[in-house]
Structures are given as C-alpha cells and as structure tokens.
C-alpha cells in the first residue's frame, strides 16, 4: 500500500503571518457585512498564498470558507492547490454538489491542456487529500465530472492511480463510466474488458452494473452470452431485476426467438417481477412481426389487467401491425381506445393509419386523418406524404397524388426513390408508361438515383399493358447497365405469363431466376399456385403444396387461398375444409380474404349455419366481408326465409358503406313498403338511383 503524502504547505513569513491573522480574525468577528467590505483594507496586499493560510484557520466554518474563496476568486485566480483544498473542505462538509461544481469550474477554463491538467489535478487532489479532510468520496467526485467531460482515458488513469493507494472508486461512479463507455460505438468492447478487470481488483458489481453489460451484450448480439451473465450475476449475489430481464428479452423479441422470450417471462413471474410497459412493447412487436396480431393484443389487455398502462410506443406498434396486416378497423379501434385512455398519439400513429386506409383504399378516411393530425400540431414527414401519394396512385387518383407531391416540396420536404417509384407506379397502372418514364428520367437529371424497385414499377405497368416483350427487354437493359433484376422482377414477369395462362414460359422464368442464384419467396410461389389454379391445373397446385412444406418453405393464407378459391367454384367443400385445416396445422393464420372465400363456398352450398359462424368469427378477429359475401350472406338467409339475419346482414353492408346489387335494394324496399315504413323505402330508392342506376353499377365484387 502507498500512503497518501504528507501536507506540508509553503511557510509565511512574519510579514504574511501578521496580515494572515489579521483576516482570519477580521473575518471571524463579522457579523453581517459583506467580505468585500471589511476586507477592503487588505485587497491590494492578497496573494494566492495568503487565501490557503487563511483557510487553515477557518477550515472548520464551512460557509466561511466557501464566502472567502469566493471573494478571493472575484479578484483572481485561485492556484490549484487552493482549488483542491477547497474541494476537500466540500466533500469533508458531505457537500458533494458544491464539490462537483467546483471540479467542473476548473475544467471549464479555456485552452487547458486536458492530459497535463488532470495529471496536476490528481496530483494536487492526492496531495492535499490527508490534511484537508481524508474524505474518500471526493475522488469519486472527480472521477464523476472527468466522465460525464467524456474524458474516459483521464477517468481510467484516476482509477488506476488510486488503486496504488489502496482506495476504489465507488460502484455507482464505475457504473456511470460504464455506461458512458458502452454508449460510443467503439466502447462496447472496452466496456465489457473493464467489467471483468475491474471485478478483479475490488469493485462489487451490483445489479445496474450487470444490466449494463447485459445491454452491451445484447447490442453486440452475443445474446448467449448476455443471457449467461443473468445466470452469473445471481451466483454473485446480484438479484435481477426488470430491467435485466426486459433487456434480454428485447433481443430475443428481435431475433424471434419466442420460445426463450415465454421461458424469461415464467421466470419473471416465478421472482415476483412484473414486466413493464418496455418489457410488453418488445413482446408485442415480435408478435406482430410475426402476425400474430391477436396475440399481441391480448398482452395489451393483460397489461391493462395488471395495471402497467401502455405508453403511446405499445398503441403504435400494435396499430401499425394490423395496418400492416390489412386489418384497419382494429387499428381503429386501438386508436379511439388510445383517446380515451388519453394516450396521445404522435405523428408515428397517424402516419402508421393513414397507410394503413391508404393500402385499403379508403382515401377519403386517410384525408381526413391527415388533415387533423396537422390541425392538432403534428408536422407530417415524407413517409406521411409518400403514404398518402402512394394511395392516391393506386386509387388512380394522379391529379391530388401529383398535388400532395408539389405540397410536400413547398414544405422543404424532399421526395425521395420511394415517392417516385409510387407516382411511377400510379401512372403505369393508367396506361401512361411513357408518361411514368419521363418523370423518372427527370428526377435521375435532379441527381436522384432509382434503386430496383423503381424499375419493377415500369415492368409491372408493361406486364399489366399485356406488352411482356418490353418488360424482358426492359430486363435485359437492367441486366447490363442495373440495378440488376431482383426476385420481385422475376416474380412480375411469371405473373404475367401465369395469368395469360402461359405457364411452361412461367417456369421458363423461374428457371432463369434459380439460376442467376436469386431465392425464391412465398409471393414467387403463390404467382405460380394462382397460375395453376387459373388454369384449373388443381392437381399441379396441390403438387406445389406438397413440395413446399416438404423443403420447409412456409406457405402463407394466400397460398391456401388459392386452392381454397378453386375448391368453392367446383362446390367441393370437403377439400376447402380439409385445407383449412392444414392451413391452421401448419401455423398459417386465416386472413380477411380466406373467410370472405370461405362464408362464399359455404352460401353456395347453403351452408348457412357455417357461414354465419364464419362471419361472427372475422368480425370477433376485426376482419370486414366483401360486398359480393355480405349478399352472399343475405341471398342465403333469404332463400331460407331467414329474414332477420338477412335484414341485419343488409344494415350492417350499409354501416360498412358497402354497396348491394339492384335485387337486394328491391327486396329490402318492398319489406320496409310492405311494414309501412316509407321514410325507409324512400331511403333506399335514392340508394338505388345513386349508386344502381343511371349507367355503370357501383358494385363491385372485391
């Protein structure tokens, strides 16, 4: 062990000693008056030497102290030993604010040299230590200030330092080095050798530290080795708490790896350890990544139930996961839900709904969104906007997509690839592929660089022209000068020819892609299962199937959808119901399309009872019926006299601002003439008129 040195000050001369007392006395004696007063007589003899001797005799009155190092800092500098005393006086006095303050007021000096000034520093701070208070807390003071300065490798050199004196800085000053270190890119590392060093030489860990390099851990995705240190630190005596557990579970969340992530929450409970609302946001946005959308609200509720409210983060990723799923209306629910639990929602939810009416054409609803997300305050990004455009395009609605584009850039909003590619896209899906071309060339002269998806956009719209030659031309000049073709462009041109029934030119592309060594996707799959089904190739399809699950490549509802459609055109119920159930065997949920299939297939066969319970089934998942199952549904309960269920199917098509056939409007008008309901009647003869007469019926079989 090295011992602190001995204090041994410069000594006055008797000269000095007589002002020195002269001071001390003076300052002792007052009563009320200000220093710069009484000491007014002795300004122009003080020296830098004179304020430590002075100390020295009032050492023991701190507010004394404090009053006459600030007058002495009013007239000059004060010598760094007279700092460092001060300092200890501070910290001695347990008045460790004051000593922060005073340590970052050195630092705060202009053109000082960092290295050579913390070197004197410490030196100074160890040399006055032993006679000016001994108060070991002051080290962890400026150990404190050199990292919150970032000034790491100073706070290193301290620690290591005061080792030789046998003296460790506190666990909660190493944490904040810790956690400060782990927080630059190139500190991970160094953070987690520390962790370890640091162990070794007397530093008791306790749970915060841990959770911090279980942190670092996770972030540097050595997740075995994070979820090793929870067990560890138990055997060292320190508990987990939430948020070890939630850190970790966050990254098995991210990785998808539920089983681990249901294994950490039993053991949670198991402690007595509720999860918070960070805990419940990594569960759910892992649930709905994977679609399991159902079960990721019932964790909302078991939140609500154990009275962890969820913040606007566990709304907004619930909401954007059925958005993302299609399932609109529940994000709307979750949305008004957030309203009255007065959760408020940021331009993220907003933005995350109106894509969500955009991808489902519900353009007006998205509008109106819009504009009161910006009557409430909130500045909509380009990803709002780009949402919007895009919407406007697939509706074929270019006159407001191409006006919210000219909004966007008056706003000092720069469109970006993705902008374009949807305005791109818009345009093709008119016909006005020459038109789409032009725009893109003018944006590349502006510097902006088209990626891939850009150009699947201008082979879609050749494709959906029936011009499949210039899509491949098109494909061969990508192939020279790129962005090279990519499996979505494959995927484009097999759909084509699947849909012109062209299927050996389908598997001719498919070849083509396996061999430029592009990896098929579900949706390259599901292009040649709706081909086969298109071209009652039924057997083929199965066939596909098979293969599929045998090389464990996962079918979604699409898949098995397009199978299901063709089972229910040939009234083969018994194969769509055996489908439904490999489909749920294989873990793929139903989606909105597969009950509207299959409540249709059930009609057909008048198989109302089914149907019924597959309809209260969607709506119980939030899903909505097309208009061709609601009058299905209604055609059904009709045939069988069932009037009620009928009549409360049609209300409800309505409510949905779905639009009947011209022979539903007529039965429902002559049941409310024939009760003697004529404000009823009235009613759906103007309905008929609107949207039944008068040209093009507006019904439309989606």
């Known amino acids: 062990m090295r011992p602190f040195p001995d204090y041994s000050p410069k000594r006055p001369t008797i000269k000095d000693a007589e002002l020195v007392h002269g001071i001390s006395t003076t300052i002792k004696l007052r009563r009320f008056e200000p220093l710069h007063r009484i000491l007014k007589h002795y300004e122009s003899k003080f020296r830098s030497d ?3 001797w002075v100390l020295m005799n009032i050492k023991s009155d701190y507010k004394l102290v404090l009053d006459l190092f600030d007058w002495a800092c009013l007239r000059r500098d004060p010598t760094l030993e007279a700092s460092c005393i001060v300092v200890h006086i501070a910290a001695a006095s347990n008045d460790l604010k004051t000593a922060h303050g005073l340590i970052r007021d050195f630092w705060a000096k202009p053109k000082l040299d960092v290295s050579l000034s913390c070197t004197h520093f410490s030196d100074r701070l160890i040399y006055t230590y032993k006679d000016w208070g001994s108060e070991p807390h002051v080290f962890d003071v400026f150990f404190q200030v050199l990292v919150e300065l970032g000034m790491l490798n100073e706070a290193r050199k301290l620690f290591d330092k005061l080792l030789s004196y046998e003296l460790v800085i506190s666990v909660d000053s190493c944490n904040l080095f810790l956690s400060r270190l782990a927080s630059i890119s190139d500190g991970i590392e160094m953070a987690i050798k520390f962790f370890n060093e640091y162990l070794e030489v007397g530093v008791h860990w306790n749970t915060s530290s841990y959770n911090i390099i279980i942190h670092s851990l996770c972030r540097l995705e050595k997740i075995k080795e994070a979820h090793q240190l929870l067990l560890l630190m138990e055997l060292k005596g ?11 579970i966050s990254r098995y969340c991210h990785v998808g790896e539920l089983q681990h992530v249901l294994k950490l929450i039993v053991e949670m409970n198991s402690k007595g350890l509720k999860p918070n609302s960070y805990t419940y946001n990594s569960i759910i946005l892992l649930l709905c990544k994977t679609g399991k959308l159902s079960e990721a609200e019932m964790i909302l509720r078991e939140m609500l139930v154990l009275g962890v409210l969820p913040d606007n983060v566990v709304y907004t990723t619930l909401i954007d996961g059925f958005c993302k799923s299609r399932n609109v209306p529940a994000a709307w629910r979750l949305f008004d839900e957030m309203r009255v639990r007065k959760v408020i929602p940021d331009f993220i939810t907003y933005t995350a709904i109106i894509h969500g009416f955009c991808q489902t054409g519900k353009m007006m609803d998205a509008d109106k969104l819009f504009h ?4 409430e305050g909130l500045e909509p990004d380009e990803v709002t906007y780009t949402s919007l455009i895009d919407g406007y395009c697939k509706a074929g609605q270019m006159k407001e997509a191409f006006s919210l584009h000219n909004q966007m850039v008056s706003m000092g909003l720069r469109p970006n690839v ?4 949807a305005l791109a896209d818009g345009l093709c899906k008119r016909g006005e592929v020459d038109i789409a071309n032009e725009l893109l060339h ?4 502006k510097g902006l660089q088209l990626n891939v998806c850009t150009y699947n956009t201008i082979v879609n719209g050749l494709c959906k022209m029936g011009d499949i030659g210039q899509a491949e031309e098109l494909m061969k000049q990508m192939e020279v000068a790129g962005p090279h073709p990519d499996t979505i462009t494959y995927t484009t041109l097999m759909d084509a020819y699947c849909k012109t029934g062209q299927m050996a030119k389908a598997h001719k592309v498919l070849r083509e892609m396996l061999d430029k060594g592009l990896q098929p996707t579900v949706v390259t799959f599901n292009v040649l299962m709706n081909g086969f089904c298109m071209s009652g190739m039924l057997e083929d399809g199965e066939k596909l199937l098979k293969w599929m699950l045998d090389k464990g490549i996962a079918p979604n509802a699409t898949t098995y959808n397009s199978l ?3 089972y229910c055109i040939r009234n083969n119920m018994r194969a ?15 989606d909105n399309n597969t009950y509207n299939i299959l409540i249709k297939g059930h009609c057909k066969q008048r198989n109302m009872k089914e149907a019924w319970f597959l309809h209260k089934e969607m709506a119980g998942k939030g899903f909505i019926l097309t208009a061709s199952s609601y009058i299905a549904l209604i055609n059904g309960f009709l045939k069988r006299k069932k009037f009620v269920e009928a009549r409360e199917l049609f209300e409800e098509m309505r409510r949905q601002g779905l639009v009947a056939n011209r022979e539903i409007y007529n039965i429902f008008a002559d049941m409310n003439y024939e009760e003697g309901n004529m404000d009823s009647t009235l009613e759906l003869c103007d309905e008929v008129i609107e949207n039944c007469l008068g040209g093009k019926s507006k019904y439309e079989d989606t």
């Open 50 to 52: 004179h304020l430590i």
């Open 238 to 248: 320190c508990l987990p708490d939430v948020v070890s557990y939630s850190t970790l």
């Open 442 to 445: 003018e944006v590349c002269r």
């Open 372 to 375: 009161k997300m910006v009557s």
């Open 576 to 590: 769509t119901t055996e489908m439904l159930k490999g489909m749920s065997a294989s873990g793929v949920m139903p």
């Open 418 to 421: 993705v902008t374009y590619t």
């Open 564 to 566: 299901m459609k063709q």
